[in-house]
């Protein structure tokens, strides 16, 4: 295993230290480390499904479906409903109607909210968020 301080060096973690105290017992914490990490390949699931979720708004597509999504990005569909879930809430559209809701079928239903978003912005949001 890497030491802390490399992984320090390189961003991936932030270092916390302070004194924990206990009722009786003061006990030193000497450091923690809290892991500031995506999962493997995050940022580049979000910015295919934003590129392709762009390239659908020009080609006047409407809402796509996770299946759909998936399919043409060649990517699992657990993983593109969890990326939009998680990552990309705040510049998705999702819908889920409720008729097919109450038949059993849940279907999520998914647009860019604005079409004019820079990759740039979409990069600049994952770093905030994280």
Known sequence: M?????????GLLV????????N?????????????RYYRNT?????????FL?????EDRGHLTVSEIARELGMH???????LDIWMGPIVDMVI????EDVGLKIKLVSLKNPDIKEEQVVRML???N
């Open 54 to 58: 762009k390239q659908a708004h020009e």
């Open 127 to 129: 770093s905030v968020r």
């Open 97 to 100: 109607p409720e008729e097919l």
């Open 43 to 51: 940022v580049v699931n979000v910015i295919r499904i934003f590129r």
């Open 24 to 36: 009786h017992n003061k006990f030193d914490l000497i450091e923690v480390y809290i892991m500031v």
């Open 15 to 22: 270092g916390l230290s302070g004194r924990l105290e206990n």
């Open 77 to 83: 569909k657990w993983t593109v409903s969890r990326t």
């Open 2 to 10: 890497k030491k802390p301080e490399a992984l320090v060096k390189k």
